[in-house]
């Protein structure tokens, strides 16, 4: 074997006898609140399909009759011929629902954040963002050049102390964490915003179209600029980012993920418009979805601390192996949750992650219940 491969094959071994191996599921149906894996079906407690509108039948007929009418794909990268008029008047719907002066539509959530900051920020720069920010948002930190500094999660008193004490330009959070499944005082960091002029960068990946009046989010008085997906809440793929014309402009012109990449089909601008209008029209799921957020973390909290003030549950468990033991322990028992282990979050503080979606019901979260009840008894 080449070096270079048995390097990379020792690299994965080495992941796997800490704890920390990953495998790739082959879900072949999702069905409602289920998804069929392997050809058992599951109680699926790990989609990001928040408002269940990935499986709207309605709006799986209107994408099939736009691929049938405009072709599959696009063909050429956005500056050449693939930014269709829908996409266009998508972003423009985008950017006045959420109320920003503009709007760019990529093909990802990582990969919007990884040209939004790596494009408008450069090694003239100094940034601040929470310890805990995605992935997606270090790696377009990094890119950029730019000097940075972390704050304990959502500490802003220490985020206050960098401010006092470093030339920032930015400040970087995210409005609803997708591991903690909590948020930073955005009053506070309003009040820092006046008082030391920086520019808020905030991802709402896992808060638009759940959160805020009409879903629009948490971060609106704060952010000059927010990233959101189109793969979450709004049940479809892509993602976008809502800038000042300027940001959008810099980005057309100097953003290689943006300018480098083939569009997304001639269609999608057509889904985003179709699903934004049943977003806007989703209270009725959302306060369903609250309730039983709220329902969820007292029943299960008799078994677990749990952290998280929204749809988002995070089960402490701490030991890696542990998360996989129960995880692989709820899913015998036909039940699919994700065990969130090091380097999604800190080495030692691994999670069960419980994501709540408009299709469940109170009677899922009790089964839920039972079966980690069941799985715990096993281990003691």
Known sequence: MHPLLSRLRADVEARKAAGLGRELLAVSEHRDAFAV??????????????????????????????????????????????????????????????????????????????????????????????????????????????????????????????????????????????????????????????????????????????????GRGLAQDVADVAVGTLGKAFGLFGAFILCPEAVRDHLVHFGQGFIYTTALPPWHGDMVAAMLERVAAADEARTQLKELGDEARRILGDLLPVRGAAHILALEVGDEARSVRLAEGLRSRGVLVFAARYPTVPLGQAILRVNLTSLHTRRHVETLRDALSATLREES
């Open 37 to 214: 894996v392997e050809g058992r079906e599951l109680l699926d407690f790990s989609s990001n399909d928040f408002l269940g509108l990935a499986q709207d039948r309605a709006m799986a007929a209107h994408r099939a009759e736009l691929c049938h009418l405009q072709g599959c794909g696009s063909g050429s990268s956005r500056l050449v011929t693939g930014t269709s008029s829908a996409t266009v008047e998508a972003e423009r719907a985008l950017a006045a629902h959420f109320g920003y002066e503009s709007c760019l539509i990529l093909g990802s959530g990582f990969l919007a954040n990884l040209t939004l900051l790596a494009t408008i920020f450069n090694d003239k720069d100094t940034l601040a963002l929470d310890k805990r920010a995605h992935a997606s948002t270090m790696a377009g930190v990094r890119h950029s050049r730019a000097a940075f500094h972390t704050f304990r999660h959502n500490r802003l008193s220490h985020l206050e102390k960098i401010l006092q004490t470093h030339p920032v330009q930015a400040v970087l959070t995210e409005s609803l964490f997708s591991m903690d499944g909590d948020s930073p005082d955005f009053v506070t960091l309003k009040r820092l915003k006046d008082e030391f002029g920086f520019l808020c960068v905030v991802d709402e990946a896992h808060a638009f179209g759940v959160l805020g009046e009409g």
